[in-house]
């Protein structure tokens, strides 16, 4: 006679389901935050790496959403920690990763290519916005009767603008030169950072849909495509929001007026994104479809022809199981739906908007695809763990890992971007930035 | 401050230093431990003498304070049903805490299954552990080395310095890791080392009733598991992932994974 025992959950059993044969400790320990942790991090890389376009390589036509995507990029940034905080167990000991870094480990270097990547995208935003940091201070500090909040920004400016208040033009060809050049070492770090966090999949042995070397690329290809597909969501939709709270005067939705004063908001002259912008940045976004899946397509197809052990088990997780996900959510609809949208003639912003909302869905469903899906089969390639999002949490665990944890991922670069956006404005207009 | 004086206070203060880096040098335990490499800890388990009790399950859970209740388990015993179509089916509900009572076997999501007996070809019980790999994945990926190698092989997770990121579970090729309800840090078989860091034995290899699982110095030549080794078919497991497990198996066929 089984014994009944009171039950003690332990970690991944809430939301796994085991099927056929798995080993006793199995379950999906790596959930929803890790599925956060590339996409978020892809998208940082992907926004740098489209403002880097107009820097390095002088795309003109791309300066307004390259200005954006810099600042949307560094709104980004903190939040692609979060995830792996919000799935630690012990999130207090997070630091321990610098303090006793243990370089055989594919996270230990995290710290490291994470903060050397924000140095570059903060030195790159500082040149960009030098030219404007100092004349707000000037203005502010010529301002009489200060309310608290000014005093406060020009505090803010007093520190960042670290006493370079030379605004003659040899100093600002100067900061041009900077910029390019920060732009031109982000590149391959924005890679880096990337492909890094690819590598920590690819590199683990014990995992046969993981274990494989193209996953560091497919990684910066995927990460690009939704970089950019973000930025050409979110910029389409803050123009338009800026235009119609300049309007109505809500100006607690123009955090730049907020900060500056109404005058910083050109109400006649905020314009809609422009068809240029956007069928300019949707020609990159296909080029880097294209590499993206070409790459998945291999991955898959290699796999099928060679055929090791672990196909058997692969096949049936691929086409069965996760078919769904795989080929009608990830395929058809993130990536086939919307190539043919934006290939389609006379592409207008609206048509482009959407396809990038599908892209990001589909990038969205790769990470998943792969870290779930990952998951998906036992060691013993004998049997399946289904994995269920806790949607509604019901203690703390199901909170970080469940839907409402995935939320707050997915909101916080939003709350952050509003307030960096009254120091940084990214969408200012005038000569005042590179 | 002159600078006779400035170069005394330093020549103080470098032979201050490295006289504590030299006392730190000398409490290496690493150096301490490798000065008798005569020992390397292993495993042997005998499959044909396992009977699917459990005792070593519940023994160890309770000697290692994982709580009874709770669905994870540092060593487990699977069961193996090989019928004359060829078909090989496996289970082992929670980790065979209470031993194998029932013909009936547990596939989880997909219920009960039953096979009769006139089908079965051969059936048998194969006992895991930790493997204490001598390359171990699970060492290589920890990013802040709580999880370490002693010299005389043993591999271990500091729980103090545990993050809990869960990449050494998914590191090791057994399945062998997991989080410790209570705790909340990686977990898994230690071979007792509080116990046979003192001369004991096991709690597993003490529990069986049938002598199925040995601990054993395999350096020294006059070791029963290291005879063993020398001189039985042994094998072990999932040796394509180059982790070189230390947990002999006698009896090992090609379904045990
Ligand atoms: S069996 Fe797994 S946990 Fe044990 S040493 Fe080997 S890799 Fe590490
Ligand atoms: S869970 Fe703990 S022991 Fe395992 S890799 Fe992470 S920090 Fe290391």
Known sequence: MVEQVAQMVVHGEAWTIKDLFVLPNEYVYWSIQIVMYPYMTGLVAGAFVLSSLYHVFNVEKLKEIARYALVFSFALLPVAMLPLLLHLQQPLRGIHVMMTPHFTSAISAFGIVFMTYACIVGAEIWFVYRKFFVESLLRLEAKTGRSSFESILKMIYRIIALGARDLSPEALEADHKAVKLLAGIGIPVACFLHGYAGFIFGSVKANALWMTPLMPVIFICSAVVS?????????????????????RGKNFLLPDAVAHGEHVVDVDHLRSVQGHEVTMTAKYLLIFMTLAITLELLDIIFRGYTAVKSWDILRDVIYEHDFVKIFIMQYGIGNILPFLILLLPGLTVRRAVFASLLVLFGVFMMRWNVVIGGQAFSLTFDGFMHYHLPIIPHDIETFKEGLPGALMVITTPFVIFYFLNMIVPAFMEDKNAH | MKRRDFLKNTAVFVSGASLSLSTLEFLDPRELLASQPSLRWGFLVNTYKCVGCGFCVKACKIENDIPLEANVTRTWVERYVMTKSGETIRDCPQGALN????????????????????EVAQAFFVPKLCNHCSTPACVQVCPVGATYQTADGAVLVDRKWCIGCGYCIMGCPYGVRFFHPVERVADKCTFCYHRISKGGNTACAQACPFGARQIGNLRDPN????????????GVLRSEYGTKPNVYYIGLNEEVR
């Open chain 1, 227 to 247: 970089g950019i597909a973000l930025c050409i969501v979110s910029y389409a939709i803050f123009m338009e929001l800026r235009k119609w709270a300049a309007r």
């Open chain 2, 99 to 118: 031993g194998y009572t029932s013909k009936l076997l547990d596939e989880n999501a997909s219920g009960m299954r039953a096979v009769p007996d006139e």
């Open chain 2, 223 to 234: 070791d029963p598991v290291a005879k063993a080794v020398l001189k039985e078919r042994v």
